[in-house]
């Protein structure tokens, strides 16, 4: 006969063995998935990426079309209104960097010569670094080879056959952007009212709601700090000199989207265009070095100031997230790895966080999201008396 005060411990270890073999399949899945996801989302790119696409703009874009419907207009109009705004900011944004950029690579030529002519009086300074290397040449010896150059299409055939594409992917994106905003109340209703239980429909409530506030208060937030970026660049361009202060202007506007990267890539055609039109190699770095100095404040002061710590992501993820989708969709993945990365952190939050360095040492994989009391949810609505077959309902 086994005592009453064993048998929870007897019944427990096989059911904590379960828990444990069902996780780690759940785990060794979800690697297979983050491996081999990449090849299908970028084999099916023309399928999957206006997809996604059009998720993030249906979650940026609604509280917008609910805006519009409180002013009156109805469902339809309002959800074609957003997606119409959208459009034309983006084509402004566009024609507004892209038309004096044009006029800007027919000089890359020329700024590219006038760089080297720098370098090169630089260099007459390291002259014996020079010799020192022609001699290591001689003692060690060098191998001629035969040169291979791998024939190549041009940009203008690269542009001609990509063209097609970009277009179908373009309004595909926006075809389904109308769809899912003019559909978001639907939707909504359908998740909130097709639940078994009132705490799986409060759940999909909470978190359908934080997932767009989220989102759209990050995407929202950073553009207006990115705006006043824009704008202070634009006058700094303009106080060096150089061409075009407007496109410099809206090109670090929309580069500052990129975490880490397009700062990076700011800096270094602030510096290309800079060497390649100023007098001097200092007076060429000096945008250069007022952008970082700008990026510096922005980056350890403003943002975190702005944004606060519920939208504080781990550096390493952003890096992890730029990096996965840039591999799988290239520069548009590039920019909606954040607001995906955002998407995904706010459905763990509330699913449950995963917890793999605390599973190899024996904690559950999952660490369930608990409700808290101060949340502003509904009471749940009184449960009908349910009679069964053949049975009376009993009342106190």
Do not use: C
Not at 58 to 67: E, Q
Not at 256 to 265: A, E, Q, S
Not at 269 to 281: E, H, K, Q, R, W
Not at 297 to 318: K, Y
Request: charged share 10%.
């Amino acid at each position: 006969m086994i005592p009453e005060e064993e048998l929870p411990k007897v019944v427990a270890e096989p059911a904590e063995a379960t828990s444990r073999i069902l996780s780690a399949l759940v785990l060794l899945i979800g690697i297979g998935l983050f491996l081999g996801l990449p090849f299908v989302l970028s084999i099916g790119s023309v399928v999957f990426l206006p997809l996604v696409a059009a998720i993030i703009l249906t979650i940026v874009l609604s509280p917008l079309a609910d805006r519009l419907i409180r002013l009156g207009l109805p469902n339809v109009v309002a959800s074609a209104l957003s997606v119409v705004v959208m459009v034309v900011l983006v084509v402004l944004a566009v024609l507004v960097i892209i038309q004096p950029a044009f006029d800007l690579v027919d000089q890359v030529p020329t700024m590219i010569g006038k760089i080297g002519k720098e370098f090169n009086s630089l260099r007459g300074n390291f002259q014996w670094l020079s010799e020192i290397n022609q001699q290591l040449t001689r003692v060690v010896g060098h191998s001629s080879g035969r040169e291979v150059v791998v024939a190549s299409p041009s940009m203008l055939e690269q542009v001609a056959f990509a063209t097609p594409t970009v277009v179908l992917e373009t309004l595909l994106t926006l075809l389904m952007t109308f769809f899912m905003i003019e559909a978001r109340i639907r939707m909504k209703r359908s998740l909130l009212l097709e639940r078994h239980s009132f705490g799986a429909s409060l759940r999909a409530a909470r978190v359908m709601r934080d997932v767009q506030d989220r989102v759209a208060s990050y995407i929202l937030t950073v553009a207006q700090i990115n705006l006043g970026v824009g704008v202070i660049v634009a006058l700094g361009a303009w106080a060096f000199g150089l061409a075009a202060p407007v496109m410099w202007g809206g090109l670090a506007m929309v580069l500052n989207f990129l975490p880490y990267l397009g700062p990076l890539t700011m800096m270094g055609l602030l510096g290309l265009v800079g060497l390649g039109t100023a007098d001097s190699v200092a007076l060429g770095l000096l945008p250069m070095l007022a952008f970082l100095a700008l990026h510096s404040i922005e980056a350890n002061a403003v943002t975190p100031s702005v944004l606060g710590a519920r939208f504080t992501v781990n550096p390493v993820l952003i890096l992890l997230s730029i990096s996965y989708f840039s591999w799988i969709w290239g520069a548009v993945g590039a920019l909606l790895s954040v607001p995906i990365l955002l998407t995904l952190t706010a459905l763990f939050e509330h699913l449950g966080t995963l917890n793999i360095v605390g599973f190899l040492f024996g904690e559950p994989l999952f660490e369930p999201h608990e409700l808290s009391d101060d949340d502003d949810v509904p009471p749940a609505p009184p449960a009908a008396p349910s009679t069964a077959p053949g049975t009376r309902a009993t009342t106190a």
